[in-house]
Nanobody, 125 residues
Framework: QVQVVESGGGLVQAGGSLRLSCATS????????MGWFRQAPGKEREFVAA????????RYADSVKGRFTISRDNAKNTVYLQMNSLKPEDTAVYYC??????????????????WGQGTQVTVSS
């Protein structure tokens, strides 16, 4: 069984920053992609960012490009999402996910097979 645990969410004013962390445990994948998704009230879950096994391979949604940065520490089985210049429309529950079948940064929800419980990010105007 794989555990995926997010942390770092909270309340921040518009223009502020937050750093989310996602730790995985329970099974070690030799090479796997990881991603962040978010879901706002009344909306579908959407892709935010993904990172492959190597830090050189990343992918971002257009809405966060230039403001968010995804990174990972493979030795710690942890992925991070640095969020800068936050906007009220970034308010959502943020989910971390593991893609155990590919080492590439994929953006499709269906590509991910292990998910965390989510962490709330609220950006006030």
């Amino acid at each position: 069984q794989v555990q995926v645990v997010e942390s770092g969410g909270g309340l921040v004013q518009a223009g502020g920053s937050l750093r989310l962390s996602c730790a995985t445990s329970g099974r070690t994948f030799s090479h796997y992609g990881m991603g962040w998704f978010r879901q706002a009230p009344g909306k579908e879950r959407e892709f935010v960012a993904a990172i492959g096994w190597s830090d050189g391979y990343t992918r971002y949604a257009d809405s966060v490009k230039g403001r968010f940065t995804i990174s990972r520490d493979n030795a710690k089985n942890t992925v991070y999402l640095q969020m800068n210049s936050l906007k009220p429309e970034d308010t959502a529950v943020y989910y971390c996910a593991v893609d155990s079948r590919s080492e590439l940064p994929r953006s499709s929800l269906g590509a991910y097979d292990y998910w965390g419980q989510g962490t709330q990010v609220t950006v006030s105007s």
